[in-house]
């Protein structure tokens, strides 16, 4: 079955970086456009970049500048680099495909920029 799982999230100091990865299974990979989405607390789950099959990248404009989204379709893998985070970007970040007419999302894995 489909699975997504995140990994590298945690605490970063404002003006600091993180990458996002997400190991992707179950399906090919490689034909299917990757999207990258965030929770704040209290707040509606939010498109944050996609990738498509071609490797062209489409970001938020609270992104652009800052994230960059690639893929590895040898490793069946999407990561997200984030640069110059600040406190509104603290958050559950979501891996998320459509396959065969569904949404599947991973589990997410936190950031929190604090001092």
């Known amino acids: 079955q489909v699975q997504l799982v995140e990994s590298g999230g945690g605490l970063v100091q404002p003006g600091g970086s993180l990458r996002l990865s997400c190991a992707a299974s179950?399906?090919?990979?490689?034909?299917?456009?990757m999207n990258w989405y965030r929770q704040a607390p209290g707040k509606a789950r939010a498109f944050v970049a996609e990738?498509?099959?071609?490797?062209?990248?489409y970001y938020a404009d609270s992104a652009k500048g800052r994230f960059t989204n690639s893929r590895n379709n040898v490793n069946r893998t999407t990561s997200l680099q984030m640069i110059s985070l600040q406190a509104e970007d603290t958050a559950l970040y979501y891996c998320?495909?459509?396959?065969?007419?569904?949404?599947?999302w991973g589990r997410g894995t936190q950031v929190t920029v604090s001092s």
């Open positions: 998320q495909t459509f396959h065969a007419s569904k949404f599947y």
């Open positions: 179950g399906f090919a990979f490689s034909n299917y456009h």
């Open positions: 990738i498509d099959v071609d490797g062209n990248t």
